[in-house]
């Protein structure tokens, strides 16, 4: 029912009510009708009222109709019934639209907080976030990253459900997280203590938004959810070049054609690092697991929590404490402490011998010796003969000896 239908039953219900009051009203004045003079050839027959209001006439005058006046309590009686109707219709009337408002109102609120609810849920859509991120990389603008609700990466994630689970590294896991259809990411957890987590996490996070290369890993967003800290990345489909050459399929998906392109790919990566960064950056972490494949095996740095600048002047800079991975750190850094660019150049080196030879950095010999790939390999290649024999078995048949030699 519409206000007017209200407003026109209201009408017509106060207008009943005086049309009975005005009737009530009507039916019960005295009237009273005066004696005129009748005319001498009509004779009035004599009519009498009995009442202990008449008074006596005159002997001399003839006797008048008159008409007797009503009590007063029957008027009385109506006008009460009628005001009593009225008021309890009035009252009704209040009371309905009092009613009325209340419901309104409260569903009134109710549709604000759904508005808001709907609003909340457009700001967590999938579809939405990943416009998002693609007007972001569409930008190009440094410094341009996405603050992400924990939320969003919770649902994302399943919940950091186990099974979505891509890797774990030294401070934490990296999980697969689906933001719609068309958008995957990788969200990475820094879990550790306080203080490791807050230096390497603000480090990487600096280091991204202002370096995009297409061998570097992009930074879709990040997100500060109390102690723990998110930083969200592209989706790299084929995982890194450690699972690949190391996984279950111990390569084979690798042919000798993929991993000199992985190669190249590596090399530019560090070429923009190393020249075209002012003032360069040293990774200071490279290795087979920091090096991520997409779908087309294109691959790109990663994990750049211990990057570091070289400076404008010089390229050396000296560093307390070891910090790299065992196999991939240079012997220089571990004898004097001293970091260069040329420490990321040996790191590069030990991932070419993974790519040719397929073995990990360090393999344990025995419970007591471990062996490094570089000291197992170069005593290989003082015999250009050997090469062939040291050479991935995966690869053999897709490789050309000529290029090997090369």
Known sequence: MNVLGLLLLMWALLNTSLFFLLDARGESTPSTISASPLPKKHKPKPMFLFSSKMQAQSPGMPLVPVVEEVHHQDLNKKILIALVVASTL????????????IYRLKKSRKCRAKSKGDDVAK??????????FNLLRMAGKKGSVAVMEYQLLQAATNN???????GQGGHGCVYKARFSEKLLAAVKRFEGEAQDIGREFENELNWLTKIQHQNIISLLGYCLHGETRFLVYEMMQNGSLESQLHGPTHGSALTWHLRMKIAVDVARGLEYLHEHCNPPVVHRDLKSSNILLDSSFNAKLSDFGLAVTSGIQSKNIELSGTL????????????????????DV?????????????????EQMSPDQCQSIVSWAMPQFTDRSK???????????????????Q
Request: contains cysteine; aromatic residues 12%; proline residues 6%.
């Open 387 to 405: 090469l062939p024999n040291i050479v991935d078995p995966v690869i053999k048949d897709t490789m050309d000896l000529k290029h090997l030699y």
């Open 324 to 343: 790299g991975t065992l196999g991939y750190v240079a012997p220089e850094y571990l004898l004097d402490g001293k970091l260069t660019d040329k420490s």
């Open 90 to 101: 009035l009252g009704g009337i209040v009371l309905f639209f009092s009613c009325f408002w």
């Open 346 to 362: 040996y790191a590069f080196g030990v991932v070419l011998l993974e790519l040719l030879i397929g073995r990990k950095p360090v």
């Open 123 to 132: 700001r967590h859509s999938p579809s939405l976030i990943g416009d998002k």
């Open 160 to 166: 950091f459900r186990e099974d979505n689970v891509l």
